[in-house]
């Protein structure tokens, strides 16, 4: 495990970008995982800034995201296939049928995570997995648990995720109650893992994760079993850690 602790979340962005970008540039047709939430707006933002310079070309990648709410339309403001057209998608040149985003509409959920198990597999291996990870320690909506699932699921959402993430919905009740998740070995699979952790409100599940027993009651100390993660944080969720 590397860590790299940026002075500030605007730091973390770009050398998460860097590093997001350098695999670009080596490897065009890269796979990328990518996620939504807070964290990864900035290197979003920094992603497209230098595509705009002409300095990064998404033409050869393709995506394939980590989650998708049950329930949310692809255009529902809140849905995370919403969050990646505004955020990175609709400003790149990445081709639209190279993204994969979970359908959070599918009338039958065992087919859709079949599907999405499928697609994973049919892209033969994510190249950087981007992650960030939830104060209870998730990672994708793998919710704290007793055993890790390990491919694409739909979960019922801890009631801490709910609660922290009704600051996107107009109440607590209009959010969503499950999520179709990819599992932890699909995760585990990826051949680089990029970790984005910001402030101090994740610092002690962040200790916990990578200075702890790997369980499933922090699903992301599962990560110290991966040989190649990279976590770009800022010195607020680092500290405890160095
Ligand atoms: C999102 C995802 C989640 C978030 C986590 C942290 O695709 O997989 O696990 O990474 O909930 O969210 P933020 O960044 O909003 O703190």
Redesign the pocket.
Known sequence: MKLICAKDYKGMCRQAANILSAQLIIKPDSVLGL??????VGIYAQLIDWYNKGDLSFAEASSV???EYQGLAPDHPQS?RYFMQHHLFDHVDMRPEATHVPNGLADDSDAECKRYNQVIRSMNGVDLQL?????NG????NEPGEAFELETHLVPLAPT?VE??KRFFDSVDDVPTHAY?MGVKSIMSAKKILL?V?GKD?AAVLAKAFSGPVTPEIPASVLQLHPNVVIVGDHDALHLLM
């Not at 996620?35 to 990864?40: D, H, I, K, L, V």
């Not at 998730?138 to 909506?141: D, G, K, L, N």
């Open positions: 996620a939504t939430g807070s964290t990864p995201n980590l989650d995370y992650l960030g990870v939830g104060h998730h990672i994708a909506f995720t922290a993430n998740s984005m910001s994740k």
